[in-house]
């Protein structure tokens, strides 16, 4: 275990449905993240914390809707989503304060892998 | 904007040879760059680090990566590869930008 802890590990939902990933994190770290990952592309920044602050909005579709209530937690709700969504889809956790000068550490969890039907 | 990327899709070596997983960064200033790696059904692990000083940087597991700026390189190394190496290996630059990511196959 990294310390970064994802659930579900997999899911499966319809288009029409709403759900919510979940991601925990007791390493004392201010800043959280959701990457987006599919096969043989780059990761894809979806959504940054820094100290609970939305601090990035990497130009993510609204169906995603991220909610990080204290610097330990962070969800990504998700609604109406498309066959194309489906994907893994990793948090990470650092120090924050320092994100944007790229120096810092990412801690990953293990992901939750999407299916959208 | 920073970007990395990584030529290969894929590595394969045999066991005992070194090995090389390259990647290439476009970057005004001076990098932040970093190598991560995924085994199978986990999350991404650091690796090592590139912020400034030496060109060679050592990491975890025997891994190091050299930062060459005249070729903006900064290619992942091993003197002698294992089977338990074998896993995807992402690059990743300032404001956590990543590769796509290369698979290494270490055949015995």
């Known amino acids: 275990e990294t310390g970064v802890t994802q659930t579900p590990r997999h899911l499966v939902m319809g288009m029409t449905n709403k759900k919510s990933l979940k991601c925990e994190q007791h390493l004392g770290h201010n800043a959280m993240y959701w990457y987006k990952q599919s096969a043989k592309k780059p990761l894809e920044l979806m959504f940054v914390?820094?100290?609970?602050?939305?601090?990035e909005n990497n130009s993510v579709p609204s169906r995603f809707s991220p909610e990080c209530p204290n610097s330990s937690h962070l969800f990504l709700h998700l609604h109406t989503l498309q066959p194309e969504d489906s994907a893994l889809y990793l948090c990470?956790?650092?120090?924050?304060?320092?994100?944007?000068?790229?120096?810092?550490?990412?801690?990953f969890g293990a992901g939750s892998r999407l299916t959208v039907l | 904007a920073q970007s990395v990327a990584q030529p290969e899709d894929q590595v394969n070596v045999a066991e005992g040879n070194p090995l090389t997983v390259k990647c290439t960064y476009s970057?005004?200033?001076?990098?932040?760059l970093f190598w991560y790696v995924q085994y199978p059904n986990r999350g991404l692990q650091f690796l090592l680090k590139y912020i400034t000083g030496d060109n060679l940087v050592k990491g975890s597991y025997g891994f190091e990566a050299e930062f060459n700026k005249s070729q903006t390189s900064f290619h992942l190394k091993k003197p002698s590869a294992l089977v338990s190496d074998s896993a995807l290996y992402f690059c990743?630059?300032?404001?956590?930008?990543f590769g796509a990511g290369t698979i290494l196959r270490v055949k015995s």
């Open positions: 990743a630059g300032d404001k956590l930008v």
């Open positions: 990470a956790s650092s120090q924050g304060g320092r994100w944007r000068t790229g120096a810092n550490v990412l801690t």
């Open positions: 914390y820094n100290f609970k602050e939305q601090t």
């Open positions: 970057v005004s200033g001076n990098p932040y």
